[in-house]
């Protein structure tokens, strides 16, 4: 088969898409030496092995952004058997099966996360018609997301595949030795309002202050941008220990996992929950929220609070900052959990859609 796959994300490996685009990518290269790969990229820089049947293509164009891209540069390599955007977009013309990767159905949940109309969704909806007639397939990440893909899109049960997310066990793991500082609660975020980072800020401060006062929080992500989070730091007190710390670079991520004594992540809706499975692999203690696919993820290894309940969220994470033993029991169980997610996998279950489509 030759298979195209459009890496416009590749320009920020730091989001999650990126992320997942980057590992798919790199995974298949190691579980697939049969079929021919065209990468297609916006820029030169990128961290792939080389490999004899991946070929990495960079296509730009000076004057035009992703919507222009995404339909033209897939053109340029000819016909495949394959195309896939391992993300939510769709083409326009067609020189064979095309997959797309949908994460989540958040746009259609939360309706202040519906993207504004704007002259490039007016050419992309004039030139493409109805996606879902042009999708031969989708691939998400969790079961949860393909029940809410089902019950929001016309798409078949039979045209929706679930390839669980995976982990680099090589980075994602625990320390050799812990630090000396002091200890903290660690939570990653972006912007998104769902990820409910304000309900951590209000349960930190209703810690008893014994504990409250031997812990700093510490926030990082682009959710660091939010002027609403900075105020709700500053109105709880909270300024001298709360250190938000904006975007981190891989290894700065992992080492913040890593030294964390716990993780919390109390998101109102996820399409995987990424971090979790991160924070897991590090041998951090996770409490999260049990909404969405969160509980596909934590399983029985995390602490899952509603993600309504502030109060539930203190008394637990006071419960779990007051006792070493349960901190090292979810640590223990975290990794056994984690271990059991790997993007070879994901790559194997995304290799077999890709020849189903292919027929």
């Known amino acids: 088969m030759k298979i195209v796959i459009a890496g416009w994300h590749l320009r920020n490996f730091n989001v999650g898409i990126g992320r997942y685009a980057r590992e798919l990518i790199e995974a298949l290269g190691r579980v697939d030496q049969t079929n021919h790969y065209d990468i297609l990229l916006p820029q030169a820089d990128h961290p792939?092995?080389?490999?004899?049947n991946m070929r990495f293509r960079v296509v730009r164009f000076p004057l035009f952004r992703r919507r222009f891209w995404e339909q033209v540069a897939p053109l340029l390599v000819g016909?495949?058997?394959?195309?896939?955007?391992?993300?939510?977009?769709?083409?326009?013309?067609?020189?064979?099966?095309?997959?797309?990767?949908?994460h989540d159905v958040k746009p259609l949940l939360f309706p202040e996360l519906r993207p504004r109309a704007n002259l490039n969704s007016r050419i992309e909806g004039w030139l493409v018609g109805d996606r879902w007639k042009q999708i031969d397939h989708v691939v998400t990440i969790s079961e949860h997301s393909k029940r809410d893909l089902l019950a929001h899109v016309p798409l078949r049960s039979d045209q929706v595949s679930v390839t669980p997310l995976g982990l680099d066990a090589e980075r994602f793991r625990p320390a050799d030795k812990r630090h000396e500082g002091r200890p903290y609660v660690f939570c990653l975020a972006g912007s998104d309002p769902t990820k409910n980072v304000g309900l951590l800020v209000e349960a930190f401060a209703r810690l008893p202050d014994e504990l409250r006062t031997r812990f700093d929080l510490i926030?990082?992500?682009?959710?660091?941008?939010?002027?609403?989070?900075?105020?709700?730091?500053?109105?709880?007190?909270?300024?001298?220990?709360?250190?938000?710390?904006?975007l981190v670079s891989d290894a700065e991520l992992v080492t913040y996992y890593q030294q964390a004594t716990v993780f919390v992540f109390p998101s109102r809706y996820e399409g995987f929950g990424l971090p979790v499975l991160e924070a897991m692999g590090c041998g951090c203690p996770v409490i999260c929220s049990n909404a969405s696919s969160l509980p596909e993820v934590a399983g029985d290894a995390a602490v899952l609070v509603d993600p309504q309940d502030s109060d539930r969220l203190s008394s637990e994470l006071a419960r779990l900052l007051a006792s070493p033993a349960l901190q090292q029991q979810l640590s223990t169980q975290g990794l056994a959990r984690a271990r059991t997610f790997s993007w070879d996998r994901t790559a194997a279950d995304t290799l077999a859609v890709y020849r189903r489509v292919a027929g």
Request: glycine share 8%; with cysteine; proline share 5%.
């Open 48 to 52: 792939f092995t080389a490999r004899p």
């Open 79 to 102: 016909p495949y058997d394959v195309l896939h955007f391992p993300y939510d977009s769709c083409v326009a013309w067609k020189r064979g099966a095309f997959v797309t990767t949908i």
């Open 219 to 246: 926030l990082a992500g682009d959710v660091c941008k939010r002027e609403d989070i900075r105020a709700a730091v500053a109105r709880r007190g909270l300024s001298g220990q709360a250190k938000l710390v904006g």
